[in-house]
């Protein structure tokens, strides 16, 4: 990809493109802002336009270089990934980056480095960084990557210029969807509305699974919110956390968790009055209307961030079943109470 077909956050890609035609880069960035929204995207076409062997401005992504930063076989290029997804040590730091950023490019024109989870370096490695950043070399640029700014150390932050990603505006991301993908309007819409603006989370999802998966999240719920056993609500749970090999580039949980939720905001809609034209499901309007008893718009306001925070849980590898009996009981709970209120 280039900077011409770069979706979202226009501004920020306007401005390294300017700052790359005008040679006026500084040696530091930091991408922050929510994942899926275009951070390390961005750094890949940073890193190939700095390097294209046919363009000075923007890359080609034809030519022997931008092939092989495509393909993370470019020296020159290095991708900085949290060991074993738990943290970034200072032996990679190290062997990574301090071995070699003070040499001269191998093939390309510039060193590029980036960092992504940069939030999860550790002390160590973070001070080793900050060496780094005070005497930064001529032929590099470091890349940090994180949906966390504020988790970086001040004095790292101080000496990178920051850029802030924002989501990407959901019609923006359905007329992606159909002109990359040929979606029909009706799923590109779907698939926007469920990934909260992320391009990441959108691209990895395949529409008939997701249909499908949605239509088993609709009697899931009529489940949770109907029931009175907890023992059949903590079966649902591990039935629910348990892998079942699709090949999915999202993972499956996190699927099911998005489909969960946008049930839920369906809910919270209707029992709002709202316009019928902001639910998710369309055509599923006589199942839903049948749930909206049982949830007010709070109670489904409160679900669909305890949804979020059991999926920003997942990401951090928490324990799966734990993540879904806890979720599920939750949602029992406030269904219960609304019933002996209501006695």
């Not at 890949?44 to 092989?68: F, G, M, Q």
């Not at 090949?247 to 489909?259: F, I, R």
């Not at 919270?268 to 006589?286: A, F, P, Q």
Request: charged share 30%; glycine share 6%.
């Amino acid at each position: 990809m280039s900077f011409a077909h770069f979706i979202g956050n226009q501004h920020i890609r306007d401005g390294i493109q300017r700052a790359l035609k005008n040679n006026s880069l500084p040696h530091a960035y930091i991408f922050h802002g929510p994942e899926g929204v275009g951070k390390r995207t961005l750094a890949l076409i940073l890193a190939k336009s700095l390097n294209c062997l046919n363009l000075k401005d923007d890359c080609c992504d034809r030519c022997n270089s931008c092939y092989k930063i495509d393909n993370g076989l470019h020296p020159d290029v290095r991708l900085l990934l949290p060991g074993g997804k738990v943290s970034i040590s200072i032996e990679q730091m190290r062997g990574e980056i301090r071995r070699t950023i003070y040499l001269k490019p191998l093939e390309g024109r510039k060193r590029v480095y980036i960092i992504d989870e940069a939030e999860k370096m550790t002390a160590e490695a973070a001070n080793s960084l900050l060496k780094t950043l005070e005497e930064p070399p001529p032929n590099a640029i470091l890349i940090l990557l994180t949906t966390s700014y504020f988790s970086l150390l001040a004095t790292i932050r101080s000496r990178c210029q920051a850029l802030r990603f924002s989501s990407i505006r959901k019609e923006e991301l359905k007329n992606f969807l159909g002109k990359k993908y040929g979606y029909s309007q009706e799923k590109a819409s779907y698939i926007s509305e469920l990934s909260e603006g992320s391009v990441g989370i959108a691209s990895s999802m395949d529409p008939q699974l997701m249909v499908d998966q949605q239509k088993k999240m609709v009697s899931l719920v009529s489940q949770l919110l109907n029931g009175d056993n907890l023992k059949e609500v903590l079966e649902e749970a591990s039935r629910f956390a348990r892998e079942k090999g699709e090949k999915w580039e999202l993972d499956e949980m996190e699927v099911k968790l998005l489909n969960l939720g946008g049930v839920f905001r369906d809910l919270m809609v209707l029992s709002s009055g709202g316009d019928r034209n902001l639910i998710i499901k369309k055509g599923g309007e006589e199942e839903l209307a049948r749930l909206v008893k049982k949830v007010d718009k709070e109670e489904a306001l409160q679900i669909v961030e305890e949804i979020y925070h059991t999926l920003a849980a997942l990401k951090r590898n928490a324990n799966r079943k734990l993540l879904a009996e806890a979720l599920f009981l939750h949602i029992n709970l406030i269904a219960r109470r609304r019933r002996i209120a209501s006695k």
